[in-house]
């Protein structure tokens, strides 16, 4: 068959097609607009064809291509192939050349002006190409088919951001993930988050799943029940993403949650559910983190949801406004989703845990992308000395306090339950400083009071002592089996460097003054 008789069949082909087009979850959108744009369960999609440079014949085949992969497979997979297709049209128009075919050469200019880390591109382009041409629509020739046939297309590589540690992409290092954990807590305890971002936010780093998880829980996946001990017990049923992009309410995973986390949750539903008691008929069905106002294209079932590319937006808002520095680069940390999931994949294979274990907590079908997570384990945690510590303490802002004078000078003045000493570091029982907070903490003096608001560490403390045994400690727990522990205190050993650091330049300024 001729292309213009195969042009012909196709225009006949698509004219007997309904207006609109049903995606395999039942979304519609208008198939001969020049933006394609709806919303599938909790994810949005916009397809704009009207900057393609490409002939009518040509469109019109690219979309009955597209329109397949609309009612065969899910949006996400839908929007790459869209991706994967614009991005070698960029690529390969010049000029402003009009194209009207995709030939063996526009494929092997496509090949050559790919970067090592983008080479796969060309493996996605070539399965839509390939069902572009088993369709029987008009547009990729012959010769283009048997040449992607024959070559030897590298994929992905999996796992890359992940084995090299990242520092964009990649996991969060343990210093990192705390300072976010810190700064997140104190800003809520502060007034700075509202309960529903502090929750989102907490979940997306606790839990590690995907926003559009997040986007379909509704007020009933929030559950409280009696444990052995009497007390509550508190359960999210998370629904699972069966397939990238693809969210299923009919099958979910029960992650247990810590009791001071499960109460705000709930007292989150409770607020949530009074909210919805006069506009939905069922109140728990309402969702878990809802959107300020309905929106027309709403699939049913999923009204007032955000969607997944909204709550990623929140997260990365969030944690933005709170510019936590990364120890590693000296600036402001990446925030992504996706990079709190390979933090958590990152850190149970840390703990010892295998594959089968990481892919239940990250929710994974299978144990194929999990391995990358075990090969990522370090064999020894990096060493940190004095110097590398003094170094690091400023990025790392881990120590939060107010260093003073005396006592003198502290908010508890007078009140000698206040002073912090320890004869480890010490033997004269000399304070390291003095507790701030009114009311009881139950948190271990001295090492966690380094990294506390309400530390008050005292001038001429006996902070060197306190940095020197922690440096110790961490050199004889890497001597062992277990190099988890061995770094469980780097933040503090950072926050401590810091106070002596900054106690060093007081004194230091004082020097000058006296001589001048």
């Not at 502060?190 to 998880?213: C, E, H, N, S, T």
């Amino acid at each position: 068959m001729s292309n213009q008789a195969k042009n012909v069949a196709l225009q006949e082909s698509i004219g007997t097609l309904p207006q609109y087009v049903r995606t395999r979850n039942g979304a519609l959108f208008d198939h001969h607009a020049d933006r394609w744009a709806f919303r599938d369960s909790t994810k949005t999609l916009s397809l704009d064809f009207s900057k393609l440079n490409v002939s009518p014949a040509l469109l019109m085949s690219l979309k009955g291509t597209l329109i397949w992969y609309a009612e065969n497979k899910s949006s996400h997979h839908l929007k790459n192939m869209y991706e994967r297709f614009a991005h070698f049209l960029k690529t390969i128009c010049c000029n402003g050349r009009v194209v009207l075919e995709i030939s063996a050469n526009d494929l092997l200019n496509y090949r050559a002006s790919l970067q090592a880390d983008q080479r796969w591109y060309l493996g996605s382009l070539s399965g839509f190409l390939q069902k572009w041409h088993c369709l029987s629509l008009p547009g990729v020739t012959d010769d283009a088919i048997a040449l992607l046939k024959q070559l030897r297309i590298k994929g992905n590589t999996k796992g890359e951001a992940i084995l090299t540690m990242d520092s964009e992409n990649g996991p969060y290092t343990d210093i990192e993930f705390e300072s976010i954990y810190s700064a997140l807590d104190d800003s809520y305890e502060a007034g700075k988050v509202g309960l529903g971002d502090y929750l989102l936010v907490w979940l997306f780093m606790a839990l590690g799943q995907r926003p559009i998880q997040y986007a379909g829980l509704k007020l009933c996946d929030v559950v409280v029940g009696p444990g052995k001990d009497g007390a509550s017990v508190y359960t999210l049923r998370v629904p699972r993403a069966k397939q990238r992009g693809q969210l299923s309410r009919g099958d979910f995973k029960d992650r247990v949650l810590i009791p001071q986390i499960g109460e705000k949750l709930a007292q989150l539903r409770e607020q949530v559910r009074d909210d919805f008691k006069s506009i939905l008929p069922d109140p728990d069905l309402a969702p878990l983190f809802p959107a300020k106002r309905s929106r027309k294209n709403e699939p049913l079932g999923f009204e007032y949801h955000r969607t997944a590319e909204s709550l990623a937006s929140t997260l990365e808002g969030v944690l933005n406004r709170l510019s936590v520095i990364s120890e590693r680069t000296g600036s402001a940390i990446h925030i992504t989703a996706t990079r709190f999931r390979r933090t958590l994949g990152t850190r149970a294979a840390t703990e010892g845990h295998g594959e089968l274990v990481i892919a239940e907590l990250l929710d994974h079908t299978d144990t194929q992308n999990t391995g990358v997570y075990v090969q990522a384990v370090p064999a020894i945690v990096e060493r940190i000395d004095r110097a590398m510590a003094l170094h690091l303490a400023p990025l790392a802002q881990a120590f939060a306090g107010l260093i003073i004078e005396d006592e003198s000078q502290a908010s508890r003045a007078g009140d000698k339950s206040s002073r912090i000493c320890d004869p480890r570091y010490d033997a004269s029982m000399k304070p390291m400083g003095s507790c701030g907070k009114h009311g009881f903490c139950g948190l271990l003096a001295p090492i966690a009071c380094y990294t506390c608001r309400s530390f008050q560490p005292w001038l001429d403390g006996p902070h060197e002592a306190v940095l020197e045994h922690l440096i110790d400690e961490r050199e004889k727990l890497l001597g062992g089996s277990d190099v988890r522990i061995a770094s469980i205190n780097d933040r503090t050993i950072l926050a401590v460097a810091e106070v002596v650091r900054r106690c060093d330049e007081i004194r230091n300024g004082r020097e000058v003054v006296e001589d001048v």
